[in-house]
């Protein structure tokens, strides 16, 4: 605290004025965060009981029996195990694609490198609006409608072109003599990429593999569009099929099953905020009034 | 990267590159050579066929279903710019049209101007990792969750802020927040920036924190006042960040679809409708694919005449540099 103190003096006059008003600010921003925390840990009569809606629960541990019930409600546990599945796998899949595209572009004897990177990227200019006709009745021909498979299918694609961007820049900062020297002791192509290439890039893997995971998570839109069942649908769009029974089930009902489809990327956030944060300086170079 | 493939464009045919050791080891036998040859297109198809069959073909596509009339049944029919005709007097799209400039001037407003502010303020605070921390919390949230919260929040008669104002006397301001246009754009705006300010913030930050210390002091030793500092020091200097900032949310203004699906579905009676959502309810509510690629095309367009706008700002902070 005497250091606040002290670099507030010397920062400028006006400083701690400033610190309390955007401290305010900051305070507002958690207010419908509480509210939702603690309107879910409400049983429903109680939350119709209670004229402000604003006081504390009786039992906070109401909460649990909430998201119980918001589980089994509306196929949301069904949509959070499968958006999990999408998450990891496609995540997982797109890094893993874009990788190999990446260390062909770079580093192998392959014609024309810049196209191949062009026309990979070239997937993130259109507004996803582009793609959802197109692809329902192409999922519907092809039987992916409405599959596990065409879902992971999907999200490995639209993940793909980003992750190829950023694989594709840091592989470029790897010198080249670590790959001359691999050779020279009798290293396969894919070897150099399995066992040098890759191990070095953990750290650009794991930014993407944080920001894919929470994008596949968060889509509502696709999710949507390409399937409709309990164990495909991802957990977005069981939330705002819940959503439409909002005042049949209940707000803690609802507001509990909102907690359970943002509690791991919230996790995620608290554990690996930093690395979150970079990956979005990284999106506003790479992708900016594109996507 | 492009130059490395003028020469071997050269020695095309004999395929053995200059430097390849190993493809000169297998040179004698022709199957190996081809297999070497083709070895590197080989870790490039996976990718390309991906984006190819699900993103680069169906973009393709709606261009050409966006100049039919089609139900999902029976095979498109061609009817040429019928489509593009009819939105001309459709009242949901104009609408949506309307709403979607509520949206951009909404995000500029309380998103970009306002994150910007706070970015300078923030910038020489001691607790500005606190605040950052805190304001950029709901971005980690889906726009779906954001949707059903604020719902929550400014839903009609169960609605917690209505609650509210009604529990300290203050009744009269309670208001149909959702389901008076527009006042219900302006509210989904309100859970937008809610979502959206941390972010922008952040990137202003990352701008600020690579001005340099000197003009800035200069200026101060000359005498002027802080708005003076920031007007004709700052922001000139900040213009790199602002212009990728300014596009991501005029970008974000034309894609956003999660938080008004789940807080008003467009409605009532299509009055909160963006082009975005105009586009999904023409598709995949009403059966019209044909006239919905068209609002595709449209909010597409748009979207590439904001891009020009933003590589061509970015070219002008090259000159000037």
């Known amino acids: 605290m005497a250091i606040v103190t002290a670099r507030l003096k010397e920062t400028r006059p006006g400083g701690w004025v400033v610190t309390v008003l955007v401290g305010i600010l900051a305070v507002a921003w958690l207010v419908p965060l509480w509210l939702v925390v603690v309107t879910a840990m409400k049983s429903t009569p109680e939350y119709f009981h209670d004229a402000s809606q604003w006081s504390l629960p009786e039992d906070p541990l109401q909460l649990f029996a909430n998201v119980r019930d918001a589980w089994f409600t509306s196929g949301m546990g069904a949509g959070f195990m499968a958006s999990l599945l999408y998450g990891v796998v496609a995540g997982g899949l797109a890094i893993l694609f874009a990788s190999l595209g990446a260390y062909s572009i770079t580093r192998l004897r392959i014609r024309w490198p810049f196209f191949w990177f062009v026309l990979v990227f070239s997937g993130t200019i259109f507004p996803f609006q582009m793609y959802l006709i197109p692809l329902f009745k192409l999922y519907q021909d092809t039987g992916l409608y409405d599959t596990q498979l065409g879902m992971i299918l999907f999200y490995t694609a639209i993940a793909l072109p980003f992750c190829l961007f950023v694989m594709r820049g840091y592989f470029a900062t790897i010198p080249r003599e670590l790959q001359e020297a691999a050779r020279i002791d009798g290293c396969s192509d894919f070897g150099i990429f399995w066992r040098i290439i890759l191990p070095l890039s953990w750290s650009p893997i794991a930014v993407l593999f944080l920001f894919q995971f929470t994008w596949i998570w968060n889509d509502l839109l696709f999710g949507l569009v390409l399937s409709t069942s309990d164990g495909v649908r991802p957990i977005t769009p069981s939330l705002a099929g819940l959503q439409g029974q909002f005042a049949h089930s209940g707000p803690p009902l609802v507001l509990a099953a909102a907690l359970l489809a943002t509690l791991p990327t919230i996790m995620l956030f608290l554990l690996l905020g930093r690395y979150m944060m970079r990956g979005l300086t990284l999106t506003a170079a790479g992708r900016a009034g594109s996507e | ?321």
């Open chain 2, 1 to 321: 990267m492009a130059s490395d493939a003028k020469p071997r464009k050269a020695n095309a045919g004999k395929a053995t590159a200059p430097e390849g050791t190993e493809v000169a080891a297998e040179a004698s036998r022709p199957f190996g050579r081809l297999a070497a040859a083709a070895a590197p297109y080989l870790y490039v198809t996976p990718m390309v066929l991906l984006v190819g069959v699900f993103l680069l073909f169906p973009a393709a596509d709606t261009i050409w279903l966006s100049l039919t009339k089609w139900n999902g049944i029976y095979p498109p029919t061609f009817i040429g710019f019928d489509n593009y005709l009819n939105l001309r007097t459709d009242p949901a799209f104009i609408t949506a049209c309307l709403n979607t400039v509520y949206w951009i001037a909404g995000l500029m407003l309380l998103q970009v101007a306002l994150g910007l502010a706070l970015a300078v303020l923030l910038n020489t605070s001691p607790l500005a990792e606190l605040y950052k921390r805190i304001l950029y919390l709901p971005a980690a949230i889906s726009g779906a969750a954001i949707g059903v919260i604020w719902y929550a929040i400014f839903n009609n008669q169960l609605g917690i802020l209505n609650a509210a104002l009604r529990f300290v006397g203050l009744g009269d301001l309670a208001q149909a927040w959702l389901t008076t246009p527009p006042l219900n754009t302006f509210s989904m705006i309100v859970a937008a920036v809610w979502q959206g300010l941390g972010p922008t913030i952040i990137l202003f930050l990352v701008g600020l924190q690579t001005i340099p210390r000197d003009p800035i002091e200069a200026a101060q030793t000359d005498g002027a006042n802080a708005w003076q500092v920031f007007r004709y020091v700052t922001l000139p200097l900040l213009r790199p960040i602002t212009v990728v900032v300014v596009g991501i949310n005029l970008i974000n203004s034309f894609k956003v679809f999660d938080i008004i699906w789940t807080m008003t579905q467009g409605g009532p009676y299509r009055s909160s409708e963006t082009l975005a959502v105009t586009m999904y309810r023409e598709s995949f509510v009403s059966f019209r694919f044909g006239y919905g690629a068209s609002v595709a095309m449209v909010l597409t367009v748009v979207a590439f005449a904001v891009a020009v706008f933003y590589i061509r700002a970015m070219f002008q902070r090259l000159e000037v540099q």
